[in-house]
């Protein structure tokens, strides 16, 4: 016996039941996807010496090797040709520099440009050149807000796309698709820096959409939010909301839902 034998109007229950079931595994992929991207962060910035330990030892940290690598766009055995490379000196110097770099920026919340990062290296001992500092922040896509400023104020507003206050209105955050927020994560590896732009459903708390990149631009700011409209199909009434730090990768005038 089957559902055909209980004629009524409407689809059957078990299709809701279906896609809501296809729903949540999508979901569920997609944490398992972040949570391997999240070791993968762990395994590199912990300064694991190449070439040592088992690819079991490895994959116990970061998850499986395989799909890591997928996630990543590299193949296993340029992983593992990675991890037995020998870094020369100034390889090592250049990625300490980055990382004092960005450090630098990120605690004085992206505002300040290469001058400025400048005298904050000298003033913690780290004697760079400003011409330096300024290859690593365009080399890494660091621009302080303080030289996007003017563009910022020029762009005109979208009617439909207010920038102020839209998470203070009152509307039910409960319900899916209807806040969303965006976060950008800064990866230190082995080769330098990965940006990850995560876009978040604020109800369910799930990652709805994910992005990385060597650069830190507009670019994996919009493909993460591209991914998300791609994978929920959010109404196309105004009703969404997407929440930001006002960063200059989410005022550039490519950057819009």
């Not at 209105?169 to 899916?176: L, T």
């Not at 604020?202 to 992005?211: H, L």
Request: some cysteine; overall charge positive; hydrophobic content about 35%.
């Amino acid at each position: 016996m089957g559902y055909d034998a209980f004629p009524g109007n409407g689809s059957p229950k078990i299709n809701k039941d279906y896609e809501i079931a296809k729903l949540e595994k999508k979901v569920e992929e997609l944490e398992r996807e972040n949570e391997i991207l999240k070791n993968f962060r762990a395994f590199l910035s912990q300064g694991h010496a190449r070439g040592a330990g088992s690819s079991k030892s490895i994959g116990g940290e970061i998850g499986p090797i395989k799909k890591a690598c997928g996630l990543m766009k590299v193949s296993k055995s340029g992983f593992h040709e990675y991890l037995s490379r020998k870094k020369s000196n100034a390889q090592i110097e250049r990625e300490e520099l980055e990382g004092f770099a960005v450090e630098a920026f990120h605690r004085r919340k992206g505002r300040y440009g290469c001058r400025r990062i400048d005298r904050e290296l000298r003033k913690s001992g780290i004697a760079v050149s400003e011409k330096r500092v300024l290859r690593i922040m365009q080399k890494l896509g660091l621009a302080g807000k303080g030289a996007t400023r003017k563009r910022r104020i020029q762009k005109k507003i979208e009617p439909g796309h207010p920038r102020l206050n839209l998470v203070e209105r009152a509307f039910a955050v409960g319900e899916r698709n209807r806040l969303w927020v965006g976060d950008i994560t800064y990866i230190p590896t082995r080769e330098g820096w990965l940006y990850l732009a995560a876009v978040i459903d604020a109800s369910s708390r799930k990652v709805v959409g994910w992005s990385m990149s060597e650069r830190i631009t507009e670019k994996v700011a919009t493909d993460a939010i591209e991914q998300a409209v791609g994978r929920e199909g959010p109404p196309d009434d105004g009703s969404l909301v997407f929440h930001d730090d006002q960063g200059a990768q989410y005022t550039s005038r490519s950057f819009h839902l």
